[in-house]
């Protein structure tokens, strides 16, 4: 079945980095854009950057603009966030999410979320 | 960065129907389709109505959209228990290029 499983997540001081990782399967990864969405605790959902499906471009939020990238390895089926600069604000569930073609940014998928604390 | 704007929350007992509203403007609800996610407690969101009222396998015909100017709605009729959970609408911004959530609905039934 069509599955999206992110890892990564942790606890991360202010100014640090981390990697999240989405593995995709059951589906044919390439054709799909990809985005990561997160949720604050208690808060709502904010949408944070997408790829698209070749890895030609890529969208950011501007809460997250030049400190977090969005990257895909199409020959993993697995996409990817990069995040620096790590602030209290970034605290977070962040899911993967899938956008399938034509969809008109119709998020059909959800991963299970990984957790980001960044606290001192 | 602007959001689309949702009641925070809404109400119904069961077997009444509800609707909430999405209110945005002209480069996202405008001009791009709204799509609908529901999240029930404990768990990630889920696609509930996406380009133009279209739902995915197994999503009730209980629940509609419709899209008016540069607002939408989501309508649930019949409303059931089952149905308490937090709503999301959701629009590309053309403007912006960036992809907008609306605050949120928690639905309560009563």
């Known amino acids: 079945q069509v599955q999206l499983v992110e890892s990564g997540g942790g606890v991360v001081q202010p100014g640090g980095s981390l990697r999240l990782s989405c593995a995709a399967s059951?589906?044919?990864?390439?054709?799909?854009?990809m985005h990561w969405v997160r949720q604050a605790p208690g808060k709502g959902l904010e949408w944070v950057a997408f790829?698209?499906?070749?890895?030609?471009?890529?969208y950011y939020a501007d809460s997250v603009k030049g400190r977090f990238t969005i990257s895909r390895d199409n020959s993993k089926d697995t996409a990817y966030l990069h995040m620096n600069s790590l602030r209290a604000e970034d605290t977070a569930t962040y899911y993967c999410?899938?956008?399938?073609?034509?969809?008109?940014?119709?998020?059909?998928?959800w991963g299970q979320g990984t957790r980001v604390t960044v606290s001192s | 960065q602007s959001v689309l704007t949702q009641p925070p929350s809404a109400s119904g007992t069961p077997g009444q129907r509800v609707a909430i509203s999405c209110s945005g403007s002209?480069?996202?609800?405008?001009?791009?389709?709204v799509n609908w996610y529901q999240q029930l407690p404990g768990a990630a969101p889920k696609l509930l109505i996406y380009?133009?009222?279209q739902r995915p396998s197994g999503v009730p015909d209980r629940f509609s959209d419709s899209k008016s100017g540069t607002s939408a709605s989501l309508a649930i009729s019949g409303l059931q228990p089952e149905d308490e959970a937090d709503y999301y609408c959701?629009?590309?911004?053309?403007?912006?290029?960036?992809?907008?959530f609306g605050g949120g609905t928690k639905l309560t039934v009563l």
């Open positions: 380009n133009n009222n």
């Open positions: 959701a629009a590309w911004d053309g403007s912006l290029s960036v992809v907008l």
């Open positions: 059951g589906f044919t990864f390439r054709t799909c854009a």
């Open positions: 999410v899938r956008d399938p073609p034509y969809s008109g940014f119709a998020f059909d998928t």
């Open positions: 002209s480069s996202n609800i405008g001009r791009n389709t």
């Open positions: 790829i698209w499906f070749d890895g030609s471009n890529e």
